[in-house]
C-alpha cells in the first residue's frame, strides 16, 4: 500500500486550505520554518591567500554569482594598513564600485571582495559580510559570510 499522496492529492489539498481560510496557517508553517531554517544554517566561510607583514597586498575573491538584495560589510578587524572594499563584475566583465541597489534582476553582479594595501601586524584576521535576500512572501532572510586573512610574519633580513 502506497501511503505518500500523490502530487494530484497534495495539489488539491493546498488548494482547498486555501479556499477554506487555512492557507495562512500553512503559509506561515512555511515561512516560520524556512526562517528556522536560516538562523541555523551556518555562516560562510572563505579564505583568502596568505599575506606577509610589510609587504604589499591585492587579492580578490568572490562572495556571490546572483542578484542577491544587498551584501553589506559587517565588520572587520584588519591590521593598519590594509583596507577591505567590495566591487561588483557585471557579465560583460566591467569592474563597478558594490552598491546593492544596483542590482536587479536584469543586472545581475558578481559581488567581490578586494583586500588592498600593507600589513602593518601578523596575525589571523576576519571580515564579516551579511547578504540579505530579496523580499518574498515570508520577509528577508540573512546569510553571512566570514573571510579570513592570515598575516604572517615578516622573515627578519640576514
Wanted: glycine content about 10%; overall charge neutral.
Amino acid at each position: 500500500m502506497n501511503l505518500v499522496p500523490s502530487s494530484k492529492f497534495t495539489i488539491g489539498l493546498l488548494t482547498l486550505s486555501l479556499l477554506s481560510g487555512c492557507g495562512e496557517i500553512i503559509i506561515g508553517t512555511g515561512c516560520i520554518l524556512g526562517s528556522a531554517s536560516d538562523a541555523l544554517s551556518p555562516s560562510k566561510k572563505l579564505n583568502l591567500p596568505n599575506a606577509q607583514e610589510g609587504t604589499s597586498y591585492q587579492q580578490k575573491i568572490m562572495i556571490q554569482t546572483d542578484s542577491g538584495f544587498g551584501i553589506e560589510e559587517v565588520a572587520n578587524n584588519l591590521p593598519a594598513g590594509l583596507t577591505a572594499e567590495l566591487l561588483g563584475q557585471d557579465k560583460n566583465g566591467n569592474w563597478s564600485a558594490y552598491t546593492p541597489a544596483y542590482i536587479t534582476p536584469s543586472r545581475e553582479l558578481n559581488v567581490w571582495l578586494q583586500v588592498s594595501g600593507t600589513p602593518e601586524k601578523h596575525g589571523r584576521y576576519a571580515i564579516k559580510l551579511s547578504n540579505t535576500s530579496r523580499p518574498s512572501m515570508c520577509g528577508s532572510s540573512v546569510s553571512y559570510y566570514k573571510v579570513q586573512l592570515n598575516v604572517e610574519k615578516a622573515e627578519p633580513v640576514k
